[in-house]
C-alpha cells in the first residue's frame, strides 16, 4: 500500500474507532489496541513498523506538550511531592525489580538487558487512565496525581534506559548513573526554563492567532531538540516549557489565540493519541515472529512475558501500600487507603514502553522476547487494568467530582469578576460617556453572571429562564440569517471575501451560544443536591440552614405587582421571598439593600446553597 494511503487509512480507523468508543462509552485505549492487533495478522493492511525515532521525535514531543500546556501548575506544585514520589521514586523501584526478575527468568539475559527491559516497563501512560478516569467520575486529584506523574516518568524512565544501555557495551560506575541523572534532569530544567523565556518573549510580539498557533506548533521542538543535543532530557524539557507557557498564556496570549490555541492542540492530541494505540496493536504480529525466529519454547515465551507483566503490576501496588504506610506511621499527610487502591491500579502502559523497546540495541541478548515481554505488559495492563478500574472506583465509593459543587463554584467565580468589571466600569466612566453605552455595558455584566446562576435553578424543561429564551430565540435568527447570506452568495452579486466575513461573524457568535447551551445541559443533567458547606464568613456560620417563608407561593413583590420571577430566595432573617436577578424585580438583592439582612439561601427545588451578600461568599 502507498504510504499516503497507509497514512489516510491510520488516521480514519484511529478516529472510527475512538469516536465509536466514546459513544459506547468503552476505553479508547483499549479498543484502538484491540482493532490493532486484529489488523495486525491481515496481510498486507497497515504493515507500519514503528522506530524509536519516530514515536521519540515525532509522536512524544508533541503529546507531551499538548498536555503540560492543559495541565495546571499551581496543582502540579500542590502535589509536587506526591508527584515525585511516583515518577522518580517508583519508576526507579519498578525498574529495579522488574530487572531482577527478568534476570533471573529471561533464557541468557544479561543484567543491564534485564534492567533495560525494567526500565522500558516503568513508566505508565497517563492518556489510558484519565480517559477512564474521567468516564467513571474519579476524584480530580487522582486524575492531578496521574497526569503529574506521566509528564515527569517518561524522563527518569528514558534516563534509566540510557544507562542500561551503555552498561550493555561497558562498564558504569554508580557515579556515572547519579551525573547522567543529574545531567538529564538539571540540564532538561534548563533547557525548558530558556525556551519558555525565548517563547514567551517571541509571543509578546504576535497578535495574529495564525502566527501564535504556528509557534505552538514549533514550541516543543524548540525545547526538545536541543536538550537532547547537550544529552539532558528532551521530555523533561518540553514538559517545562508547557506548564510555564500553559500558565502565562492569560498574560502572553491574546483571547482569539487562546481559543485557536486550545482547538488545534485537542486535535493533535486526540489524532496522535489514537493513532498511537492503534500503532501499538498493530505491531503484534511483527513481534510473534520475531521471538519464533529464536526457536524458543512456548512455556519459556509464556513464562517469561507473564513473569514480566505481574512483575510489573505488583511492584506499583507494593510501592503504593509501603509508601503510605510510612507516611501514616510517621503521621504525615498521606492519601487515604482508597486512593492508594486506585493509584496503584491506575498503572496501563502506552506509547512510551512500546517505543523505548525498540531503543535496545541490535545485538542485546533475547532481544525480540524482551519485545514481546513488553508488549505483553501494554496490553495487559490496558486489558486488565482498564477493565477493572472503573470497577474498582465504583466499589470504594470514592467521592466523584460534584457537578452542583462546581456549579456554585462557578457561579461565585463569575460574580466576582462581573464586580471587578463594573468596579473598574464605574472608575472610568465620566459624564462625557454616553448613558446608553455605559448601561449596556452594565447590563453584559450582569448578564453573563446572571446566566451561570439560572443554571443552578430548575431544569429548562421545567423554567426556561430568560436566558435560555434568548439563545433559543438567537439561535433561530441566526440560522435565518445564515440562509439569507447564502442566497447572496448563489447569485454572484457580493464579494466572496465580504460574504465570508459575514458568515464568519455568524459562525463565531453561534458557536458561543452553542457553548454556553451545552453549558446548561450539562448542569441540568449533572446537577444533584448539594450538601450545604461552612461558610468562611460570620454571617454565613450564624445564619441558620431553615426559615418559614412568609409567602411561600412565590416573590412577595412579584404577587403584589402581578409580574413573573425566575428563580426564588429566601432572607435567612426575616424569611422575605424574593426574584433572583436574572428576575425583573431582582427583590431578593433589593430587599438586602433595604434591610441589610445579610444571607439568603435558593429555595428551588434540590438546591441548598446559600449566599452572602456583604462577604460574596457561598455557603
Same mark, same amino acid.
Given at each position: 500500500?502507498?504510504?499516503?494511503?497507509?497514512?489516510?487509512?491510520?488516521?480514519?480507523?484511529?478516529?472510527?474507532?475512538?469516536?465509536?468508543?466514546?459513544?459506547?462509552?468503552?476505553?479508547?485505549?483499549?479498543?484502538?489496541?484491540?482493532?490493532?492487533?486484529?489488523?495486525?495478522?491481515?496481510?498486507?493492511?497497515?504493515?507500519?513498523?514503528?522506530?524509536?525515532?519516530?514515536?521519540?521525535?515525532?509522536?512524544?514531543?508533541?503529546?507531551?506538550?499538548?498536555?503540560?500546556?492543559?495541565?495546571?501548575?499551581?496543582?502540579?506544585?500542590?502535589?509536587?511531592?506526591?508527584?515525585?514520589?511516583?515518577?522518580?521514586?517508583?519508576?526507579?523501584?519498578?525498574?529495579?525489580?522488574?530487572?531482577?526478575?527478568?534476570?533471573?527468568?529471561?533464557?541468557?539475559?544479561?543484567?543491564?538487558?534485564?534492567?533495560?527491559?525494567?526500565?522500558?516497563?516503568?513508566?505508565?501512560?497517563?492518556?489510558?487512565?484519565?480517559?477512564?478516569?474521567?468516564?467513571?467520575?474519579?476524584?480530580?486529584?487522582?486524575?492531578?496525581?496521574?497526569?503529574?506523574? /506521566?509528564?515527569?516518568?517518561?524522563?527518569?524512565?528514558?534516563?534509566?534506559?540510557?544507562?542500561?544501555?551503555?552498561?550493555?557495551?561497558?562498564?558504569?560506575?554508580?557515579?556515572?548513573?547519579?551525573?547522567? !541523572?543529574?545531567?538529564?534532569?538539571?540540564?532538561?530544567?534548563?533547557?525548558?526554563?530558556?525556551?519558555?523565556?525565548?517563547?514567551?518573549?517571541?509571543?509578546?510580539?504576535?497578535?495574529?492567532?495564525?502566527?501564535?498557533?504556528?509557534?505552538? !506548533?514549533?514550541?516543543? *521542538?524548540?525545547?526538545?531538540?536541543?536538550?537532547?543535543?547537550?544529552?539532558? /532530557?528532551?521530555?523533561?524539557?518540553?514538559?517545562?516549557?508547557?506548564?510555564?507557557?500553559?500558565?502565562?498564556?492569560?498574560?502572553?496570549?491574546?483571547?482569539?489565540?487562546?481559543?485557536?490555541?486550545? #482547538?488545534?492542540?485537542?486535535?493533535?492530541?486526540?489524532?496522535?493519541?489514537?493513532?498511537?494505540?492503534?500503532?501499538?496493536?498493530?505491531?503484534?504480529?511483527?513481534?510473534?515472529?520475531?521471538?519464533?525466529?529464536?526457536?524458543?519454547?512456548?512455556?519459556?515465551?509464556?513464562?517469561?512475558?507473564?513473569?514480566?507483566?505481574?512483575?510489573?503490576?505488583?511492584?506499583?501496588?507494593?510501592?503504593? *501500600?509501603?509508601?503510605?504506610?510510612?507516611?501514616?506511621?510517621?503521621?504525615?499527610?498521606?492519601?487515604?487507603?482508597?486512593?492508594?487502591?486506585?493509584?496503584?491500579?491506575?498503572?496501563?502502559?502506552?506509547?512510551?514502553?512500546?517505543?523505548?523497546?525498540?531503543?535496545?540495541?541490535?545485538?542485546?541478548?533475547?532481544?525480540?522476547?524482551?519485545?514481546?515481554?513488553?508488549?505483553?505488559?501494554?496490553?495487559?495492563?490496558?486489558?486488565?487494568?482498564?477493565?477493572?478500574?472503573?470497577?474498582?472506583?465504583?466499589?470504594?465509593?470514592?467521592?466523584?467530582?460534584?457537578?452542583?459543587?462546581?456549579?456554585?463554584?462557578?457561579?461565585?467565580? =463569575?460574580?466576582?469578576?462581573?464586580?471587578?468589571?463594573?468596579?473598574?466600569?464605574?472608575?472610568?466612566?465620566?459624564?462625557?460617556?454616553?448613558?446608553?453605552?455605559?448601561?449596556?455595558?452594565?447590563?453584559?455584566?450582569?448578564?453573563?453572571?446572571?446566566?451561570?446562576?439560572?443554571?443552578?435553578?430548575?431544569?429548562?424543561?421545567?423554567?426556561?429562564?430568560?436566558?435560555?429564551? *434568548?439563545?433559543?430565540?438567537?439561535?433561530?435568527?441566526? /440560522?435565518?440569517?445564515? /440562509?439569507?447570506?447564502?442566497?447572496?452568495?448563489?447569485?454572484?452579486? *457580493?464579494?466572496?471575501?465580504?460574504?465570508?466575513?459575514?458568515?464568519?461573524?455568524?459562525?463565531?457568535?453561534?458557536?458561543?451560544?452553542?457553548? #454556553?447551551?451545552?453549558?446548561?445541559?450539562?448542569?441540568?443533567?449533572?446537577?444533584?443536591?448539594?450538601?450545604?458547606?461552612?461558610?468562611?464568613?460570620?454571617?454565613?456560620?450564624?445564619?441558620?440552614?431553615?426559615?418559614?417563608?412568609?409567602?411561600?407561593?412565590?416573590?412577595?413583590?412579584?404577587?403584589?405587582?402581578?409580574?413573573?420571577?425566575?428563580?426564588?430566595?429566601?432572607?435567612?432573617?426575616?424569611?422575605? =421571598?424574593?426574584?433572583?436577578?436574572?428576575?425583573?424585580?431582582?427583590?431578593?438583592?433589593?430587599?438586602?439593600?433595604?434591610?441589610?439582612?445579610?444571607?439568603?439561601?435558593?429555595?428551588?427545588?434540590?438546591?441548598?446553597?446559600?449566599?452572602?451578600?456583604?462577604?460574596?461568599?457561598?455557603?
Amino acid at each position: 500500500m502507498h504510504p499516503a494511503l497507509d497514512i489516510l487509512a491510520l488516521v480514519a480507523v484511529a478516529g472510527v474507532v475512538a469516536g465509536l468508543a466514546r459513544r459506547l462509552a468503552w476505553s479508547e485505549p483499549l479498543a484502538l489496541t484491540a482493532i490493532g492487533i486484529g489488523l495486525s495478522f491481515v496481510p498486507h493492511v497497515l504493515e507500519i513498523q514503528l522506530t524509536p525515532d519516530l514515536v521519540l521525535f515525532g509522536l512524544l514531543p508533541p503529546l507531551l506538550y499538548a498536555a503540560a500546556i492543559r495541565t495546571s501548575l499551581v496543582d502540579f506544585r500542590a502535589n509536587r511531592r506526591a508527584i515525585l514520589l511516583l515518577s522518580v521514586g517508583l519508576v526507579a523501584f519498578s525498574t529495579v525489580v522488574v530487572g531482577l526478575l527478568s534476570w533471573w527468568v529471561v533464557p541468557g539475559v544479561t543484567l543491564a538487558a534485564a534492567f533495560a527491559l525494567g526500565a522500558v516497563v516503568a513508566p505508565p501512560d497517563a492518556v489510558a487512565a484519565t480517559t477512564v478516569a474521567r468516564r467513571v467520575g474519579m476524584p480530580r486529584r487522582i486524575v492531578t496525581l496521574l497526569e503529574g506523574e /506521566s509528564l515527569v516518568n517518561d524522563a527518569t524512565a528514558l534516563v534509566a534506559l540510557n544507562t542500561a544501555i551503555a552498561a550493555l557495551t561497558s562498564s558504569i560506575s554508580p557515579w556515572e548513573v547519579g551525573w547522567d !541523572f543529574l545531567r538529564a534532569a538539571g540540564g532538561g530544567l534548563l533547557v525548558g526554563l530558556v525556551a519558555a523565556t525565548v517563547l514567551a518573549f517571541v509571543r509578546r510580539f504576535i497578535d495574529d492567532p495564525v502566527l501564535d498557533t504556528t509557534l505552538s !506548533f514549533a514550541a516543543p *521542538y524548540v525545547a526538545f531538540l536541543p536538550a537532547e543535543e547537550i544529552k539532558a /532530557s528532551g521530555v523533561l524539557a518540553v514538559v517545562v516549557t508547557g506548564l510555564i507557557l500553559g500558565h502565562k498564556s492569560v498574560a502572553l496570549q491574546s483571547a482569539g489565540s487562546r481559543v485557536a490555541e486550545n #482547538i488545534n492542540w485537542r486535535t493533535v492530541q486526540f489524532v496522535l493519541e489514537n493513532v498511537v494505540f492503534l500503532l501499538i496493536g498493530l505491531q503484534i504480529r511483527r513481534l510473534i515472529s520475531q521471538v519464533g525466529d529464536q526457536h524458543l519454547g512456548v512455556g519459556t515465551v509464556l513464562g517469561t512475558c507473564f513473569a514480566v507483566f505481574g512483575a510489573t503490576v505488583l511492584a506499583r501496588v507494593v510501592w503504593m *501500600y509501603v509508601v503510605v504506610a510510612m507516611f501514616k506511621a510517621l503521621r504525615m499527610p498521606a492519601w487515604s487507603w482508597g486512593e492508594t487502591t486506585v493509584v496503584a491500579w491506575a498503572g496501563m502502559r502506552g506509547v512510551v514502553t512500546l517505543a523505548a523497546v525498540f531503543l535496545l540495541p541490535a545485538g542485546t541478548p533475547q532481544r525480540a522476547l524482551l519485545a514481546l515481554a513488553a508488549f505483553t505488559v501494554v496490553a495487559g495492563t490496558l486489558l486488565l487494568q482498564g477493565l477493572t478500574l472503573p470497577w474498582l472506583v465504583r466499589r470504594l465509593r470514592l467521592p466523584a467530582p460534584d457537578a452542583a459543587e462546581d456549579a456554585l463554584q462557578s457561579a461565585g467565580l =463569575v460574580t466576582t469578576a462581573a464586580r471587578a468589571g463594573l468596579a473598574v466600569l464605574d472608575e472610568l466612566a465620566t459624564d462625557d460617556d454616553p448613558p446608553e453605552v455605559l448601561a449596556e455595558l452594565r447590563h453584559r455584566a450582569n448578564q453573563r453572571s446572571n446566566r451561570i446562576w439560572e443554571q443552578l435553578g430548575r431544569a429548562q424543561s421545567e423554567l426556561e429562564p430568560p436566558a435560555a429564551t *434568548y439563545r433559543r430565540l438567537r439561535l433561530q435568527m441566526l /440560522s435565518a440569517e445564515r /440562509s439569507s447570506l447564502l442566497e447572496a452568495r448563489d447569485s454572484g452579486t *457580493y464579494d466572496d471575501v465580504v460574504l465570508r466575513q459575514a458568515l464568519q461573524a455568524i459562525d463565531l457568535e453561534e458557536s458561543m451560544l452553542d457553548r #454556553i447551551e451545552d453549558a446548561a445541559a450539562r448542569v441540568d443533567d449533572e446537577l444533584t443536591t448539594a450538601e450545604p458547606r461552612a461558610g468562611d464568613c460570620s454571617h454565613l456560620r450564624d445564619a441558620p440552614r431553615v426559615m418559614r417563608a412568609n409567602t411561600p407561593q412565590g416573590c412577595e413583590e412579584c404577587l403584589k405587582e402581578g409580574t413573573r420571577w425566575v428563580h426564588l430566595r429566601l432572607c435567612l432573617a426575616c424569611g422575605h =421571598v424574593g426574584c433572583c436577578d436574572s428576575s425583573v424585580g431582582k427583590h431578593a438583592t433589593k430587599h438586602f439593600h433595604q434591610t441589610d439582612h445579610p444571607v439568603m439561601r435558593s429555595i428551588e427545588p434540590g438546591e441548598a446553597w446559600r449566599w452572602c451578600f456583604v462577604d460574596e461568599l457561598l455557603g
